[in-house]
């Protein structure tokens, strides 16, 4: 499995698209390429040389700025005929997997659906494995030290999405975010518990590399990540909460004031 990253709006929106291709079959999917002008240069002229074969667009969910360009993409793979795959509210979906369903992408790789609904009702996170080798791609669910905004979903849904969905992938499942957002989710999750070693490590790490996608890992995550750690009594006690749904929502409370 080869995962490349397509870095989109880089300075505003600072998305990712990713291309993970099977190595033994060729066979590729194209997670989120919502923007055709940047991701249309680095696909292309792997299609047309023969190195892959584009088989489908994956969606982790609706909003424009990862499935807003699902038509254009396809305009420029006619030959292709690549699926859609994604949320039912997607642009121009043509299969919505049921959670925990799984499909290949060529040989080797099998990938598993998640839903996730929080950030949208149809956020999908997309779990691959090839041998040992894992990752998953979380849209707008988790990022890196972070998590995304609850614009359709309640606090309660994004605890089990994060801390029972997610959480109970193997703990080396590589994180691939939509977002580049690392350096300011530390820069919150300091200012929550601010002696704690791996928050610090991870500031470092952002500090020190511009892009942060698959460096690390779910059990990372559980570590330097205060919205995966709503039991942490240490957590508990600057929200001034019990209750792991109620530390989450304070938590994003705060995270949506933070400067």
Known sequence: MHIQSIPMWTGSH????Y???DEASKDAVIIDP???EEVVP?????????????????NTHHHPDHAGGNKEMLKHFPQNGPSVIGGKDCDGVS?????????????????????????????????FQDGDDRAVFTGDTL????????????????????????AGLPGDTKV????????????FAASVLKT?????????FAENNKETQGRFTIQDEKLHNVFMRVEDPEVQKVTGQKGPVEVMARLREMKNNFK
Request: glycine share 8%; with cysteine; hydrophobic share 35%.
């Open 143 to 166: 990022f890196i030290g972070g998590c995304g905004r609850f614009f359709e979903g309640t606090p309660a849904q994004m605890h089990k999405a994060l801390n029972d969905t997610l």
């Open 34 to 36: 919502a923007n055709p």
């Open 196 to 204: 704690d070693e791996s928050i610090k490590k991870l500031q470092a």
């Open 42 to 58: 680095v696909v292309k002229p792997q299609v047309e040389s023969g190195r892959i074969n584009l088989t489908a667009i994956i």
């Open 95 to 127: 299969k919505t997997p049921e959670h925990g369903e799984s499909f290949k992408v060529g040989r080797n790789i099998s990938v598993k659906a998640l839903h996730t609904p929080c950030h949208t009702q149809d956020s999908i996170c997309w779990f």
């Open 19 to 21: 291309l993970v291709v």
């Open 14 to 17: 600072d998305n990712y698209a």
């Open 176 to 187: 691939y975010p939509g977002h580049e957002y690392t350096k300011s989710n530390v820069k």
